[in-house]
């Protein structure tokens, strides 16, 4: 089979601002859901397809013919955040997609066809439950999956081996063959143009000679002068302005989000529009940061950046920044999906979880430690320091004693501030 890599974003797919609202809000309902509208048959034999990571296609696992994905037209583009919660709220355009929650990291994914019992891809628990309707944000975009299964677990195996003091049964366990699932998580991208007024302080240095009198090593009182750096202050105020595109925001919380943002940066520039069959295979879980709360969490993200342009405003050697105020128009935001392989593992009554980036192969996850490794390193360590003290200490006195001894000619500097 030739190699292809996921299709390329087409130039006319670039994104737009917010334009009309068009099935926006997305479902299936509880009826739909067994007729396994993810299912894709084999245009040669007609067996299930899954998509096949690192090329634009379903290849069929049985005869090995590759079905070619008809690229979806439609813009992945961006939707008016207000407009959006408005038509939620009057419930239009609406279908109902059966989720199933768990109860041991609180993901929600998809309940898969034909399925009542399987295994969360995030925390590893067994899930046997009924699927619940939910009202959903269709995706917009999504980042097909480039790196393969075989290759996420090198990656995984590479990752443990470098764990500095991590247990000996971590290390088996990279070794063995466990299963990694491949899940795309829901995410959040917003734009919006900020307009920032502030108070504040502008600080400028100078120095200044200030004389004291002191003792010195021969017990004579001796006069003498030193360099003081000082600040003068003064008031600052104004207005900036900052635009902003594509803050990314997680909308999982079934895994730790330090991790998944750690699992950054993604190539957003080879978004493709939402279509089902890139999800064929996959694991696709639905948001629990629904996109008001999400646009909470991007201003926190924007604010670091709103604060330094402030400080580049108001000038000077220091600056103190007294209040914001951040007005916010123009907002946008898309909902995509971004994929990862997860991989869960227990080490003494706890569970601990991986994701892979697939799109690039960064590790990321949680991991155990081993005191006893720690605590012989830290002796190590004291024990070497010892030794070393042993050999040479009375050389280190003496040469400490040199270099507090200041003599009479030498300079003093001091910092100090004024308020």
Not at 116 to 132: M, P, Q, R, S, T
Not at 339 to 353: A, E, G, K
Request: glycine share 10%; aromatic share 10%.
């Amino acid at each position: 089979m030739s190699e292809q890599m996921p299709p390329p974003i087409p130039s006319e797919m670039k994104a737009e601002g917010s334009g009309g609202i068009e099935n926006d809000v997305v479902v299936k309902s509880a009826e739909d859901s067994d007729g396994g509208d993810r299912q894709f048959g084999c245009e040669k034999c007609g067996a299930d397809l899954a998509f096949e990571p690192g090329k634009a296609m379903l290849v069929c696992p049985y005869c090995e013919y590759e079905n070619q994905i008809a690229l979806s037209d439609e813009v992945v583009k961006e939707q008016d955040f207000e407009a959006i919660l408005s038509e939620l709220a009057a419930g239009e355009d609406t279908v109902e997609l059966l989720m199933v929650k768990c109860e041991g990291c609180g993901a929600e994914v998809e309940k898969p066809t034909g399925m009542d019992a399987f295994d969360c891809a995030f925390c590893g628990l067994h899930l046997v439950k009924v699927g619940e309707s939910k009202r959903l944000i269709k995706p917009k975009g999504v980042l097909p999956f480039r790196v393969g299964k075989d290759e996420a677990r090198a990656g995984f195996e590479k990752w443990v081996k470098g764990l500095w003091f991590a247990p000996n049964k971590v290390k088996e366990f990279a070794r063995a063959d466990h299963a990694f699932k491949g899940v795309y998580l829901p995410h959040w991208t917003y734009d919006t143009d900020t307009t920032t007024s502030y108070t504040g302080q502008r600080g400028e240095h100078y120095w200044v000679t200030e004389h004291y009198t002191t003792t010195d090593s021969n017990g004579k009182s001796v006069r003498k002068s030193k360099r003081v750096r000082k600040t003068r202050w003064y008031s600052a105020w104004g207005t900036v302005y900052v635009d902003f595109d594509d803050v990314l925001v997680v909308g999982s919380r079934s895994l730790p989000t330090k991790y998944v943002r750690a699992l950054e940066p993604w190539d957003l520039g080879e978004l493709v529009a939402y279509q089902d069959e890139y999800l064929s295979g996959f694991i696709a879980e639905s948001y629990q940061v629904d996109v008001k709360e999400g646009f909470d969490v991007a201003k926190g993200l924007m604010e670091p950046d709103i604060r330094t342009k402030i400080k580049r405003d108001i000038g000077g050697d220091e600056q103190r920044i007294f209040t914001v105020n951040s007005q916010y128009d123009e907002i946008t935001f898309k909902h995509i999906l971004l994929p990862v392989w997860s991989n869960t593992y227990r080490y003494q009554d706890r569970v601990y979880r991986i994701v892979v980036n697939a799109r690039t192969g960064e590790v990321q996850g949680e991991r155990p430690w081993s005191w006893v490794k720690i605590m012989l390193a830290v002796m190590a360590v004291l024990i070497v320091l010892l030794g070393l003290w042993l050999a040479f200490g009375d050389d280190v006195s003496r040469a400490v004693g040199d270099r507090v001894g200041v003599g009479e000619g030498s300079s003093v500097r001091q910092i100090e501030f004024s308020f």
